[in-house]
């Protein structure tokens, strides 16, 4: 099978599970979102109060166990680490602060394309020309340094965080919250939501699938490799969605499950989940695979995405159906600001260090 | 005698940048580029194959060395 095919096929992978886990009970267009499911997981743990977005999503358990246990059987599975964590927190941070003024991740941004939600279209302008400004770093050198290798436990944190979760999940102590109306009351049995996260984890591990890698490749490099994969989760999600959930198919701007249609605030929305997306080389899901493979920088992003997660809906930035909030507005302007700010002082700082690095002859 | 671009413990997708850059500016050069991830090897050669080169990976423990030669 050749390159493109089987990115396109683990692509599909991913977009008919995402239509499988709507049928079978998750939220509107809702199947697989990597952020929106970092953020329940978040009210889950009590970070957030908003109650109707609160539960221990098993698909992020399923995905982090179904990289881990793949990467741990192919000897992918390795400490790294060290290169900028607390840029990586931050840049984490506000993504997801881009992502709830949107309502979802580039994964579900695909997936409510691929049911219908033109709003998405307008997130996806969004998203390129964020993963376009980035590019123009990238271009000019921008770099978080490199990582080196960290003691060996480490790489067994996060695993073992989602074991915690698991653990949570099943015997539901007092301390965790479970929302019983809204997104959050909303889920496809737990066997089922942890096997087929699993499978997409899996997926994900193998093919290397990034929403952002794929774009900025195409800018970049010229080479379309990981936009099959994109297109792949576009047309079987679509295909998954016509057959399974016809009546829910609503092609338009309106009345879009769990979105709203202010353009101009998803288009901005994305533009910052993209730049961050780009700046920290790896879109959420991508993040979220890493750091299941012992990348503890990954796992430093994730955090700060759960950290965002948490002020974005404690600080009343996150959007709803209603609209976006005045102060989710103000949070994606100053996401932006922050994201070029720093994004240009990298590259002015490792100007003057590059000639320290670099091509050397042997 | 190659140039060697050390790439090792840069993320994704500076690897393949360095790469590019090397080759852009002096396109029958040999190159050997060290990383240290698989997603580095398989981004590299799939974008030095594309340009026409040559690509060899040795594996060396944790460690790939990539000969990309015209």
């Given amino acids: ?73 192919t000897g992918e599975f390795k400490a790294k680490g060290g290169s900028s964590p607390i840029v990586r927190f931050i840049l984490g941070f506000f993504l ?3 992502a709830l003024v949107f309502l979802g991740c580039p994964l579900r941004m695909i997936l409510r394309l691929a049911n219908g939600d033109l709003n998405a279209l307008i997130g996806l302008a969004g998203y390129v020309t964020g993963i376009f400004i980035g590019v123009q770093f990238l271009k000019k050198g921008y770099t978080l340094g490199r990582s080196i290798e960290q003691t060996n436990i480490s790489k067994y944190i996060f695993p073992i965080f989602a074991l915690v979760l698991l653990i949570f999940l099943i015997i539901k102590p007092s301390f965790i919250l479970f929302s019983t109306e809204g997104p959050g009351s909303m889920g496809a049995p737990v066997i089922i939501s942890l096997i087929l996260g699993a499978v997409v ?38 295909a998954g969605n016509l057959v399974l959930n016809f009546s829910k198919f609503n092609l338009g701007f309106v009345d879009q499950p769990i979105a709203h249609n202010d353009f101009i605030w998803n288009f901005l929305g994305m533009t910052l989940v993209g730049l961050c997306s780009i ?15 012992g990348d503890t920088d990954a796992a430093i992003t994730v955090f700060g995405l759960i950290i965002g997660a ?35 002082g990298v590259i002015s700082s490792s100007k003057k260090n590059s000639n320290k690095e670099g091509v050397k002859n042997a | 005698m190659p140039n060697i671009i050390d790439a090792r413990g840069r993320s994704c997708p500076e ?56």
């Fill in chain 1, 1 to 73: 099978m050749s390159g493109k095919r089987k990115m396109f096929f683990y692509g599909g992978i991913i977009g008919l599970i995402g239509a499988i886990l709507m049928k079978l009970g998750n939220p509107g267009n809702m199947g697989l979102c990597i952020a929106c499911f970092w953020r329940d997981i978040a009210g889950a743990l009590g970070l957030h109060r908003a109650e109707v977005v609160q539960y221990i999503r098993p698909e992020i358990i399923g995905i982090i166990f179904g990289a881990f246990g793949i990467s741990y059987v």
């Fill in chain 1, 279 to 293: 700046l920290l080389g790896g879109c959420p899901i991508r993040q979220t695979i890493l750091a299941s493979q």
């Fill in chain 1, 201 to 238: 984890g899996v997926a994900l591990q193998r093919s290397r699938i990034c929403t952002a890698g794929g774009f900025r490749d195409a800018i970049l490099i010229k080479d379309t490799h990981f936009l099959w994969g994109i297109l792949g989760i576009f047309v079987f999600a679509l």
């Fill in chain 1, 96 to 98: 997801m602060i881009g």
């Fill in chain 2, 15 to 70: 690897p393949v940048i360095m790469t590019k850059n090397a080759l852009d500016s002096n396109p029958n050069t040999s190159l050997k580029v060290l990383v240290d991830t698989n997603v580095a090897v398989e981004n590299i050669k799939r974008f030095a194959s594309s340009k026409g080169y040559n690509v060899r990976v040795n594996k060396n423990n944790d460690e790939f060395q990539i000969q990309i030669s015209k």
């Fill in chain 1, 310 to 344: 948490a002020f974005a809906h404690n600080f009343g930035l996150a959007a709803s159906a209603n609209g976006v909030p005045q102060n989710g507005k103000i949070a994606v302007i100053i996401g932006i600001l922050f994201a070029l700010s720093l994004a240009y």
